[in-house]
């Protein structure tokens, strides 16, 4: 009689196992966070912890579509502009009368189809670099806000709209609550669905996803329409924020988005990464950016350190290819072995 010995893990070695592409910046998020907590006595107050999260919201909304495109080796410089855009359209639409739902309803559609049939389809089907794609979309979509907006500020008359970001329920306000439901979706679609596989897989291999029988198209044009979407949701909540929709762009966004993305541990080169990460790089950058203003350190400085954090981030990016490089042929030769056992 022989007793086996499960050799699964446990859930806690799993989640430790996983947490290591993220590791470095939570240590130091933790470390940062401690620091400003004891220097600086107005950090750690409630109020402040809540204008940080309100702070950072939409620079983590569009950071959960920019991780899945950064997956896929790609990268969407047009978040900005796209949102911009989309805030346009809406105080356009609730100007004429448009129910501020359905104005809501049809700006989310305007953002995913304007990432899904521009971009997705420049790159995915047409092959074209997504720098240069992005690059180029950036630059039309913010003529085209200047033209429509005539580079003047919209005001948004809409107390559905006005009210999302002052309204709180218990002391979180409303973009932190739209925060939390993007990051559950983003990771349900990332660890539970065959889109979020087939994500990973086109950012590991093109060839090998071909060759498995995956879509790289329609997954290359879904992604960078979820990445509209979340810039859709970005221009409403800051909308939401500042009572109007500005004309004025923030080309400091994608860059942001792209360093929380990278200092979650998601590589350059795609296939590896996840939004748990993304939201540590989210928060560290955030709460870096809050501890210099509080210290009074000027804001010069704070696009210094975002510079330094890109460059440590893709020194990370090497180094993690390096160790894919290194480890490749003992994968290829164990893949055909446990392909056998299988069968």
């Known amino acids: 009689m022989t007793t086996e010995v499960s050799s699964r893990p446990s859930a806690w070695t799993t989640i430790w196992r996983g947490s290591r592409p993220f590791r470095p910046v939570l240590f130091v998020l933790v470390i940062v966070f401690v620091v400003l907590a004891v220097t600086q006595p107005a950090f750690a107050t409630t109020a402040n ?6 702070a950072v919201s939409v620079l983590w909304i569009v950071s959960m579509g920019m991780t899945l495109v950064l997956i896929t080796a790609g990268a ?11 805030g346009i359209l809406l105080a356009k639409l609730i100007g004429a009368g448009v129910p501020a739902w359905l104005g ?19 790159i995915g089907r047409l092959g074209v670099s997504f720098f240069v794609v992005t690059l180029a979309t950036m630059t039309g979509f913010t003529g ?3 033209l429509w907006s005539n580079t003047e500020s919209i005001p948004v008359n809409s107390p559905a709209i006005l009210d999302l970001a002052v309204t709180r329920f218990l002391g979180l306000s409303g973009p932190v609550y739209i925060m939390i439901i993007l990051f559950a979706v983003t990771l349900f679609i990332q660890q539970r669905t065959f889109f979020g596989r087939d994500v990973y897989a086109v950012g590991g291999s ?8 995956i879509r790289v198209p329609r997954t290359i044009m879904l992604v960078y329409g979820f990445s509209g979407f979340c810039a859709a949701i970005g221009g409403i909540v800051a909308i939401s924020r500042i009572g109007v929709a500005s004309p004025q762009v923030d080309n400091n966004l994608p860059l942001q988005a792209i360093a929380a993305v990278l200092l979650g541990g998601t590589l350059l080169s795609g296939g590896v990464g996840g939004v748990i990460g993304t939201a540590m790089g989210v928060l560290f950058i955030g709460v870096l ?15 210094i350190v975002t510079g330094v954090i890109l460059i440590v981030a893709v020194l990370g990016d090497r180094i993690g290819l390096t160790r894919r490089s290194r480890s490749t042929p003992e994968s290829s030769t164990a893949q055909p072995a446990k392909a056998n056992i299988s069968k």
């Open 289 to 303: 950016s809050n501890g210099l203003s509080i210290s009074g350190v000027p804001s010069f400085w704070q696009q």
């Open 104 to 122: 809501i309803i049809v700006s989310l559609v305007a953002g995913s189809a304007i990432g899904a049939f521009i971009n997705g389809v420049l």
């Open 206 to 213: 093109l060839t090998a996803a071909r060759l498995s029988g």
């Open 76 to 86: 969407d410089l047009s978040v900005a502009p796209v949102g911009a855009l989309i």
């Open 49 to 54: 912890l809540q204008n940080l999260l309100t």
């Open 144 to 146: 085209i806000v200047n």
